[in-house]
């Protein structure tokens, strides 16, 4: 989604991931958001106050008396200003202080007056051991059993004090996809849709295999877009090089390289679904044998012969089994004769809708991060879709074919 002219309020507890913040104000900045800070004291240990107020544009709310507040109640002027507050780093203690409704400075007040009215989400982080109190825990429960509240679960890897384990706090791409998430109509909640992504790996022997470009840009945009608005996303992926943002677990990723696989995997979850995009590249063809050992060039070998055999259909399958209360929409990717030959597609499928891409368009196509497509609906309707990014393409298909 877009978040231009959006207002984000970000409260920063006291805690080392603090760090992370002036990126995350920076890439709101960037997307169009206008943002504002609430801090602990503790918190500018970390961070100071003057980076937080040059990259927002903003005087930072730490102290509830001092005299330079724009308002004297800023706590509850904040929160009405904003559509979304993130907190980022959440300490255990300030997430036990808002499950228990302690507000005792400027960051618990602005959360005591916010968490009832706003989307308000939580990024946890600190040492594993604190992570796994039952006091956090149970403050950590109590604030997602609230109805406008958010938790992500913290990430594992190296902490401050030089162990491992979870406690984490997500980078900063995955804190921003957790924000689009709480600022978007949950249209889709309820659905099941199966999404698959990128291209399929065809082996040929131990160490190499057939392919083709695609990075899975789109499909994962489309994962992204869905999840969004309240979907559960079945992700199934072949081979892709995009980031799966995923703050809130409602996609779930099968890792699927060959063609088969695939195929095998969507008919196993088809049934549970409302609804499938083909977004994945997948091979036609596959090697009609599968060296078990590294096939040699031999000496004086000016030449060298594979046998394909075709893959099994997905769309085609899926399209057979299709029942009236699903839809099913498709990919076309072509080089020549690009409307006839998508339009044969989705009637010979039994598609309800496909997008086309083309070569041919500029900024379009495998591994760029735009796209400009068509889409044509099986009842005859078709809409002519402008270059813009991938995520913004994702967001129009959805609006198009979902609503």
Known sequence: MSLTGKHILIGISGGIAAYKIPELIRSLVKSGAEVRVATTKNALEFVTELTLQTLSGHAVYSDVFAAINAHATEHISLPEWCDAMIVAPATANVLAKTAAGIADDALTTTICSCVARKPIVFAPAMNDKMWENPATQQATQTIRGWKNCMVIDPDEGPLACGTSGKGRMPEVEVLQEAIEYALTPKSLAGQHILITAGGTQEKLDPVRFISNYSTGKMGIALAHACARRGAEVTLVCGSVSAPLLNPFARIHRINSLSAQEMYEACMEEWSKMNAAILCAAVADFRPMETAKEKIKKEPGQESFTLH????????????????????????ALETCHEKENALTKLERKNLDAIVLNSLREEGAGFGTDTNRVSLMLCNGNSYELPLQSKAQVAEQIIDTLFT
């Open 308 to 331: 394909l055999s075709t893959n099994p259909d997905i769309a085609r399958a899926l399209g057979e089994q299709k029942r009236p209360d699903q839809r099913l929409i498709g990919f």
